[in-house]
C-alpha cells in the first residue's frame, strides 16, 4: 500500500474565491479590522485604489497569520493583487492592481501550482511558517471541492 501524502495535492490543488463587492476607499484610511485608528503594519489607504472584498476569511481556513501581510497575493484577471487587510471571520481585502478593472463575482487565484502567478502553499508557508499539511487541514467543510481527472 502506498500512502501518497503532500504529494497528491502539493501541484494539483487550486483555491479560487469570488469577489464580493468592489469599493473606493478615502485618502488616510486602512480597511478591514480595527479600523478606527492608523497603527504600524496596516495598509494605509492613498485615496486612488480600487479594493475589492474576497469571500474567504479564517472560519473558512485562512490562517490569520496572513493578516495585513502584502506578501500574501492572489490573481484577478491575471493581475497580482495584494492583501491589504487582516484575515476577518468571512472575508479579506486585496489592492486592485492599476489598471484593473474588477467586478463582484470575478475569480480571484488565491493558492495553485504557481504557473498562473498564484501564490503556491510553499509561498504561504514562508509567510505564516506553518507546515503544507497544517495549511491545507484548515480548509473546511464551506470550501467546495471540484475534482477533475
Not at 478591514?32 to 474576497?54: F, P
Amino acid at each position: 500500500m502506498v500512502r501518497p501524502g503532500v504529494i497528491s495535492w502539493e501541484n494539483t490543488f487550486k483555491l479560487t474565491v469570488l469577489v464580493k463587492h468592489v469599493f473606493e476607499p478615502k485618502k488616510g484610511t486602512n480597511v478591514g479590522y480595527g479600523c478606527n485608528d492608523i497603527t504600524v503594519g496596516k495598509y494605509v489607504c492613498d485615496g486612488s485604489e480600487t479594493m475589492a472584498v474576497l469571500g474567504i476569511g479564517y472560519a473558512d481556513g485562512l490562517s490569520t497569520k496572513m493578516s495585513n501581510d502584502r506578501r500574501i497575493w492572489v490573481v484577478i484577471k491575471g493581475v497580482k493583487c495584494e492583501l491589504v487587510s487582516s484575515v476577518m471571520m468571512d472575508m479579506c481585502i486585496v489592492k486592485c492592481g492599476d489598471g484593473l478593472e474588477v467586478e463582484c463575482e470575478d475569480e480571484a487565484v488565491f493558492i495553485s501550482d504557481g504557473s498562473d502567478g498564484g501564490m503556491t502553499v510553499a509561498d504561504i508557508q514562508k509567510v505564516t511558517g506553518e507546515g503544507s499539511r497544517e495549511l491545507m487541514v484548515h480548509f473546511g467543510r464551506r470550501i467546495a471541492r471540484v475534482y477533475h481527472e
